[in-house]
C-alpha cells in the first residue's frame, strides 16, 4: 500500500518568505507527527496531532511555525517569515492510533532558507 | 526530561566482522526503544523496538538489540555484518504514558568496507 508522502521533495525560499509544506499520511492513521531534522542531527520532535486536534505542540520553536489538519488525513506545517536557521529536512510520520505503534516515516521536505 | 546518546557518530567495519552501536538514554519514568535505519537515499525505517517482555529484540535481518533497564542502555548488535547494512542508525525513546512522540539519538553512520 501507499507509505506517508511530503510534497514538495526540496523547496528553496528566501529569507522573510512564508513556506508550506504538506503531508499525506498512510490512510487510516489517525495519528501524525512532524519532525525537524538538521544536518548531522537526528530528528526532533515538532507537533503531534491525534485526528484533526494538535494534542502536543510543545516542540514547535516559536509561533512562526503552525500546522494543520483539518480532516483528519492530510497535514500542511507553515512557517512564516523563515530564517537561514529553519534550514532543515521536515519529516513527516503516521501512525494506527499513536502511543507506542510503529511510525511511518515519509521521505521528507528538504526547506533551503537562502 | 529524556534524552538519548548515542556514543559513536561514526563505526567503520569490514564486512562479515561484528558490529554494536551503543545507545544510552536517560528518562525519569519509563520508555519504549527502538532502532530506526536510514539506508543511502531513503527515509527512515523502523528496525526494532522494545515495548515490554523479553529484553532481547531482533529484528528480520540479524540485528539484535537488548535492552538493560539497570544500564539504561539499548545497544544494537549484529553478529556479522554485509555492504548492504552501510546506512544511518538513530536510537529513539518514547515515554510509556505519552503520545508517541520519539525522542532521537544523534544517529550512528555505520560503514561497511568489503
Known amino acids: 500500500g501507499a507509505g506517508v508522502s511530503q510534497t514538495p521533495s526540496n523547496k528553496v525560499t528566501e529569507k522573510g518568505k512564508y513556506v508550506e509544506l504538506r503531508c499525506d499520511p498512510i490512510?487510516?492513521?489517525?495519528?501524525l507527527y512532524w519532525y525537524r531534522q538538521s544536518l548531522g542531527q537526528g530528528p526532533e520532535f515538532l507537533i503531534y496531532?491525534?485526528?484533526?486536534?494538535?494534542?502536543?505542540d510543545s516542540g514547535l520553536p516559536n509561533d512562526r511555525f503552525f500546522a494543520v489538519r483539518p480532516e483528519g488525513s492530510v497535514s500542511t506545517l507553515k512557517i512564516q517569515r523563515t530564517e537561514r536557521g529553519d534550514s532543515a529536512v521536515y519529516l513527516c510520520?503516521?501512525?494506527?492510533?499513536?502511543?507506542?505503534?510503529?511510525?511511518?516515516f515519509g521521505p521528507g521536505t528538504r526547506l533551503t532558507v537562502l | 526530561a529524556q534524552s538519548v546518546t548515542q556514543l559513536d557518530s561514526q563505526v567503520p567495519v569490514f564486512e562479515e566482522a561484528p558490529v554494536e552501536l551503543r545507545c544510552n538514554y536517560s528518562?525519569?519514568?519509563?520508555?519504549?526503544l527502538f532502532w530506526y535505519v536510514q539506508y543511502p537515499n531513503q527515509g527512515l525505517q523502523l528496525l526494532l523496538k522494545?515495548?515490554?517482555?523479553?529484553?532481547l529484540v531482533e529484528s528480520i535481518n540479524g540485528f539484535e538489540a537488548e535492552f538493560n533497564k539497570s544500564q539504561t542502555s539499548f545497544h544494537l548488535r549484529k553478529p556479522s555484518v554485509h555492504i548492504s547494512d552501510t546506512a544511518e542508525y538513530f536510537c529513539?525513546?518514547?515515554?510509556?504514558?505519552?503520545?508517541?512522540?520519539?525522542?532521537f539519538g544523534q544517529g550512528t553512520t555505520l560503514q561497511v568496507k568489503p
Open positions: 510520520a503516521s501512525s494506527r492510533r499513536g502511543g507506542s505503534d510503529t511510525q511511518y
Open positions: 490512510s487510516g492513521h489517525t495519528a
Open positions: 496531532f491525534q485526528g484533526t486536534g494538535a494534542a502536543d
Open positions: 528518562s525519569s519514568v519509563s520508555v519504549y
Open positions: 522494545y515495548l515490554s517482555g523479553s529484553t
Open positions: 529513539a525513546v518514547t515515554l510509556r504514558s505519552n503520545t508517541g512522540k520519539l525522542i
